[in-house]
């Protein structure tokens, strides 16, 4: 025997080898596969699901309080006295300071003796004339007396006892001495984009969610929507819409940072379930319901007892008839769905919300299991359903809508 010789049946032994264990291996896989079982078939169960479907318009921004007042004198003056703190609560026309009021009480009194003088010697003329002088230092007075114009929570103090204050010029927070707030409700502006003008309406629901706090769901609605759009720095037409909390929550304080959303439309459930649930049959389209075995025995005698196979639905002898490892039954069930995503579909009719429904997983495809004729059992037999052509495979995706 030549090198030549040896070399090459050296290299042909090996390759035989390799051959045969591939051929071996597909005939195994080929014999595994023909061998299907009811045992063998992977059965999954889940639940009907329910989702809350909402359409809305999402938004952010500062909460403030829907009424807040800076409260300063209209006059210049020392102050006398301060009667609250940060944290007290006043009422609308509550008095909180005085200023040092001796020359105003003295221009008053020398004005009611002039009165006084003029009753005696005086003329009607004259006495109309001081009752208004009167009614001017009588307001000079009164204005030595700061008074709350709302009711709600001191959250500022701004000014001692003693201080020098001037009078309050207009748009002037100079010399504010006292802030209020009012907590019972709290509002913000947001900014809608003109696109979305025409399915906003006041009082529509509207849920906030805090930066602070963002396990805290709040409530609240749409208060007003402007008459006329604005258009901001980038060119873009926005409709500055007020959304208002009525009694927020003690822990949302004011100028919070909140995302939300201005829901249009009531919220509505509706059913999902995989679309390997469901199996088209022809012009039948079926969920696998999972009961009990006594209610599947007694969903099989209604049907029987109705002369009939429930819709088109296999009666007695198919899928009532199984009994699972974990002693459950299983009823085929009509359905009616719609395509919801690539894995999902909507559920129109025929099932309920919590009910458990059983996949089959197909094993290596339905057409891909041998029949009877080749020596193994198809999966559908398995079920009781009738595997002729025309059929969808679980698994195959949404049934007839």
Do not use: W
């Amino acid at each position: 025997m030549t090198r030549r010789f040896k070399i090459v049946l050296f290299l042909i032994i090996p390759v035989l080898i390799i051959i045969s264990a591939v051929i071996f291996y597909l005939l195994a896989g080929r014999t595994a596969e023909m061998e299907v079982s009811a045992e063998d078939v992977q059965l999954s169960i889940v639940e009907v699901e329910v989702l809350t479907k909402r359409e809305g318009i999402e938004i952010s921004g500062n909460i403030e309080p829907a009424a807040s007042a800076d409260l300063a004198f209209p006059i210049a003056g020392y102050i006398e006295e301060i009667f609250v703190s940060a944290g007290d609560r006043v009422s609308s026309g509550e008095t909180v300071a005085i200023l040092e009021d001796s020359q105003q009480r003295f221009n008053l009194a020398e004005v009611d003796v002039e009165i006084d003088t003029e009753l005696v010697s005086g003329t009607q003329r004259n006495l109309e004339l001081l009752d208004l002088k009167r009614q001017m230092k009588a307001t000079e007075l009164e204005d030595t007396r700061l008074k709350s114009t709302i009711s709600g929570v001191v959250t500022e103090v701004y000014a001692d006892t003693g201080d020098f204050v001037t009078a309050q010029q207009a748009g002037s927070a100079a010399d504010v001495v006292v802030r209020v707030i009012d907590r019972s409700s709290m509002m913000a502006t947001v900014e809608v984009d003109e696109l979305d003008a025409p399915y906003l309406s006041p009082g529509q629901r509207v849920e906030f969610q805090f930066d602070a706090y963002p396990d805290l769901l709040v409530s609240g609605k749409v208060s007003m929507i402007p008459m006329e759009a604005r258009v901001t720095s980038q060119g873009i037409a926005v409709l500055d819409t007020e959304v208002v909390i009525e009694n927020p929550p003690a822990e949302i304080l004011p100028y919070f940072t909140f995302a939300g959303e201005i829901y249009l439309e009531a919220d509505e459930d509706i059913l999902l379930i995989p679309a390997n649930a469901v199996m088209s049959r022809g012009e039948r389209t079926l969920a696998f319901v999972v009961l009990s075995v006594e209610e599947a025995a007694a969903a099989k005698a209604e049907r029987s007892a109705g002369g009939g196979s429930g819709g088109g639905v296999p009666g007695g002898g198919a899928l009532a008839d199984i009994v699972l490892p974990e002693g459950i039954g299983v009823l085929p069930t009509p359905v009616t769905v719609s395509d919801y995503s690539s894995t999902q579909v909507q559920v129109l009719s025929g099932l309920k919300a919590g009910e458990k429904i059983l996949i089959l997983p197909p094993v290596g495809g339905i057409e891909a299991v041998p029949d009877k004729e080749s020596g193994g059992t198809n999966v559908l037999e398995l079920l009781g359903l009738p595997s002729g052509p025309g059929g969808r495979t679980p698994g195959s995706g949404g049934g007839s809508r």
